[in-house]
């Protein structure tokens, strides 16, 4: 009836998570994930260490990142509790490429292993204080993973033979999970771009800012915060599975350069969690992108 109005959708508690939002521990239930940065780093000893002020993170080239983990997302430093920690190992969210080999090693990195991205919220109750989360996102979900493909295969079909950027913002997603009254402080870190350089003669769509496209990346956000012992244990299994190394069975350099990315998320999608069949299981390691990733041990040319 016009003159009834539908009751708002329940928002997760920021502090507690039920048993039957995880139901049966399937990646696949999960698109997006938010969760405290220092539980996050508790549950999960082998993909980040806290070492003096350094947040240590595995580089691709490490042996710990064979084993899986996160593609980690920022601009060198992250806050928690307080304290400003320097990343070791990170992509940033900015870059360049100028042709088809780099694109094709960036996209194929990217979609590799879940994202993280740091976000840091003023709650209500003590707007002075801030609270830091670690907000994931599932790149191995069939709908997440989707919107990146379908987002980089149809700005390249517009703009043939042409520069252009492209931006995934997380913002909405993760504003729209947290309760009125909480304010998201860095909502511009929920994001990260390329921009592709071509070399044309005459590129004005790219010059006058034209060619720059934004995909706002929508999902349902998962609460893994929670205080109870068998609930972390819990938490702790579905993130070491969803982090788990991406065994291909194909290459990305094998599929043709088209619009339409047909049977990879067959491909590289897995939901069940049950431990692997055998320990001797080739596990196939990512190959490092030097372009995209800030090491200390490796000097970056777009520094």
């Not at 996050?40 to 064979?66: C, I, K, N, S, T």
């Not at 983990?69 to 307080?82: K, Q």
């Not at 995909?215 to 579905?238: A, D, M, Q, W, Y």
Request: hydrophobic residues 40%; contains cysteine; proline residues 6%.
């Amino acid at each position: 009836m016009a003159g009834l109005e539908s009751a708002p959708a329940a928002r997760p508690s920021l502090t507690s998570i039920s048993s039957g939002e995880l139901r049966s521990l399937w990646t696949c239930d999960c698109e997006l994930a938010l969760l405290p940065l220092g539980q996050l780093l508790r549950l999960q000893p082998g993909a980040f260490q806290l070492r003096g002020d350094q947040l240590v993170v595995p580089a691709p080239a490490e042996p710990a990142a064979a084993r899986g983990g996160f593609n980690v997302f920022g601009d060198g430093f992250v806050r928690l509790d307080g304290q400003l920690y320097r990343l070791s190992s990170y992509m940033r969210r900015y870059v360049e490429l100028t042709n088809y080999c780099d694109y094709k090693d960036y996209r194929e990195t990217i979609l590799s292993k879940p994202m993280l991205f740091f976000v840091h919220v003023q709650t209500k109750k003590d707007s002075l204080k801030e609270r830091t989360y670690a907000f994931l996102v599932n790149t191995r979900h069939p709908k997440i993973r989707r919107q990146i493909e379908q987002g980089m295969d149809m700005v390249i079909s517009s703009v043939i033979g042409e520069s252009y950027r492209l931006q995934f913002d997380f913002q909405e997603a993760v504003k729209n999970f947290f309760p009125p009254g909480n304010k998201v402080v860095n909502g511009e870190d929920l994001s990260f771009a390329y921009e592709f350089k071509a070399d044309a003669l005459f590129d004005f769509f790219y010059w006058f800012g034209l060619s720059n496209s934004t995909v706002k990346v929508n999902g349902k956000v998962l609460n893994l915060s929670s205080t109870s012992p068998e609930k972390k244990e819990t938490i702790k299994l579905f993130l070491e599975k969803m982090s788990e190394p991406l065994i291909r069975r194909s290459s990305f350099s094998d599929r043709k350069f088209s619009v339409t990315s047909r049977g990879s998320i067959d491909e590289v999608f897995n939901c069940n969690l049950s431990p692997r069949s055998s320990l001797m299981e080739p596990l196939v390691a990512e190959l490092p992108f030097p372009c995209v990733l800030e090491s200390e041990e490796t000097p970056n040319p777009f520094i």
